[in-house]
T-cell receptor
Framework: AQKITQTQPGMFVQEKEAVTLDCTYD???????LFWYKQPSSGEMIFLIY??????QNATEGRYSLNFQKARKSANLVISASQLGDSAMYFC????????????FGTGTSLTVIP | KAGVTQTPRYLIKTRGQQVTLSCSPI?????VSWYQQTPGQGLQFLFE???????NKGNFPGRFSGRQFSNSRSEMNVSTLELGDSALYLC?????????????FGPGTRLTVL
């Protein structure tokens, strides 16, 4: 089974609008971390936001927030007030101690912001 | 703090050659992981080193190897290059102390095999 599933290969959003990128995960470990990364066309993976499995509140970092629904094993990224510079690939990832703290990445979602 | 650095940034090799890629982690980080990214296969985990020991390994042939030095710098070697090894190779570092610390990536080395 896939550890991380991102079902949206491509998304479009109007500039200044909000967009939600979906991510579901699969783990039996009670302790895990969830991460989102942004990869622009330059190739570098940029860390955006982190959510711990025991965190009671949803993580937020500026315009990024993580909609964490533990029972549904869902960790969606919400980008508010989209900007042209947000156009990139977005990867959801999970790290679990059970498998030696290895990172598992989804297949990514390509986001295009339309002016 | 300086970020993760990778050298070289671009590399062109021919089939059958070997290549060594280098990664310097963020100061204080003891874990270094390597990933291969291709349009067809996406992001694939190669291996992780922590305190000079390989801690995790992905599903790649033995032609792919790595090592980590006492200063946490890491090198990745690919021998007998094949056309399919053309990819972006990403290195990431983290503290490596528990399952929730964040990985930070370098800019990548873009390898082209002709």
């Amino acid at each position: 089974a896939q550890k991380i599933t991102q079902t949206q290969p491509g998304m479009f959003v109007q500039e200044k609008e909000a967009v939600t990128l979906d991510c579901t995960y699969d783990t039996s470990d009670p302790s895990y971390g969830l991460f989102w990364y942004k990869q622009p066309s330059s190739g570098e993976m940029i860390f955006l936001i982190y959510q711990g499995s025991y965190d009671q509140q949803n993580a937020t970092e500026g315009r990024y927030s993580l909609n964490f629904q533990k029972a549904r094993k869902s960790a969606n990224l919400v980008i508010s007030a989209s900007q042209l510079g947000d156009s990139a690939m977005y990867f959801c990832a999970m790290r679990e101690p059970y498998t030696g703290n290895q990172f598992y990445f989804g297949t990514g979602t390509s986001l295009t912001v339309i002016p | 703090k300086a970020g993760v650095t990778q050298t070289p940034r671009y590399l062109i090799k021919t089939r059958g050659q070997q290549v060594t890629l280098s990664c310097s982690p963020i100061s204080g980080h003891r874990s270094v992981s390597w990933y291969q990214q291709t349009p067809g296969q996406g992001l694939q985990f190669l291996f992780e080193y922590f305190s000079e020991t390989q801690r995790n390994k992905g599903n790649f042939p033995g032609r792919f190897s790595g090592r980590q030095f006492s200063n946490s710098r890491s090198e990745m070697n690919v021998s007998t290059l094949e056309l399919g090894d053309s990819a972006l190779y990403l290195c990431a570092s983290s503290l490596g102390t528990d399952g929730t610390d964040t990985q930070y990536f370098g800019p990548g080395t873009r390898l082209t095999v002709l």
